[in-house]
DNA sequence: CGATGGTTTGAAGCGACTCAATTTACGTGG
DNA sequence: CCACGTAAATTGAGTCGCTTCAAACCATCG
């Protein structure tokens, strides 16, 4: 069996037992493909499922009365949608296929099983869930405080940590499959805005475009304009429990 | 042996065992007080615990370069301040006593044989975080695409509601211990215009103000007003894992 | 009872929005 | 392989919400 997305996803930041690989793999049975801009499923749509992203890009938003959209937060191989589904029965915001994607669909109860048969995982999972929330939280910040320039800089340099990460993206280029619209739907701003934003970006020379492909010339020096901070690279695991306490009874009565 | 906050909170979602409250008691041994203001700890200091607040009012927050403040979230009695230092060796933000607060300190690694001992809890405590995530990813939405008044009244909303699950509010009028511009800090906005803001709403009748007292009149009127979605009342457990797995090696025996 | 921090009000300026038109890119069928 | 149709990108001009700057008012507390 080969690895899985969230096994190699977790690999980084830990040494997985053979047990626990075991049973990431095993949540990823059930494969279903999609073609881009497919929407998954909508905002308040009872859900049963939380899902794992095989390949491709997503994106979570929620509409508003007006039809404004908020795009929430993208998804990328390896990530799972737990936000979206497990506090609720019914789904907080939209999924959306940006390109064409592959998604593993679980029982949120198998995803229950995983606290208890591989605790550390569990507990993994929830210090992953936590950077993700800080990230949000910097994207918020972003929104609030900074202008167009600075945001629009914020995302591109955010999507690049996230696929270096996820990707092994090696150099500073990445395909972007978004439209203005959809990054000003990110980042709170309309389309035109997004434009002259990427124009006052593409001046400084820290960013060039191609059609969808964007390359950001000097990542550092962009980063230090923008006051950016990476999120992604590493995560704390020193207070994890001890590996794999249900799964072997053996183990279990010698504690 | 009284009961915890944490206890408190988790018992809203939960039939706890035993055991479990027995577990969530053990974590709020070491108590400490902060008054009014307090600094308990700063954005990018080294952090080895947690903190679960036992009354009182915090915040937490991030500095921008330009001296900005932005506010992230509130935190009241009951809630958990994982996601500041649970991912990294360093806290995310900034942690201040809003008003006078007791503080329970938990050492990262208890928490994280919670999820070890107490699977079903750890899965719980994912859950809520969850929650919050997409309270906060609520906040960005209004950030970033509503205007001043809506802003306010969906915090003004917000706060009432959490306060609701945790504070047994009964009626519609709470105190505020916030200053205009910490209101500003949390929504993006200058003190000047949550000012004007705060007068809007006054002006519609829907909200009173009496020095640090705040009522809404007609909850319901409001929230529809401004499109507000409770987040905080209920959240799903049905897809927890059985109770207790890893405590009793004679249970795991049979499994 | 002065001092300090918070609230309130005024006036002017700007960043981002709206509205609108034009150009460019791209997928599809002939 | 080109013509066409549609979606996306680009550019311009006018407007408005919020900010900035500034000053006056008010409450609480040592």
Redesign the interface.
Known sequence: MSASQLETRLSHHLDLTFAERDALRWLERRERSYPAGTLIFHEGEAIENLYIVGSGWLHSS?T??DG?R?I??FYFIGDIT???S????HS??TLQAVSDTTLFEI???H???L???H??L??L??????????S??D???S????DGFTRIATLLLDIRSRLRVVDNLEGSAFELPLTQKDIGDA??LTKTHVNRSLKALEATGLVERDGRVVRITDVDRLATLV?FRD?HA???T?????VG??VS?VL??V?
């Open positions: 929620v508003l009365r404004d908020q929430l937060r737990t936000t979206l497990v506090a609720w029965q907080a915001a029982p949120k109860a995803f229950g099983d606290f208890r048969k605790p550390r569990g507990a999972l929830f210090a992953i869930s936590a950077s993700e929330q800080v949000i939280g994207r918020l910040t929104i609030s405080k900074t980042v709170g006051d999120r590493v995560i704390a020193d207070w994890l429990p001890a306490a249900a009874p279990e009565k504690t």
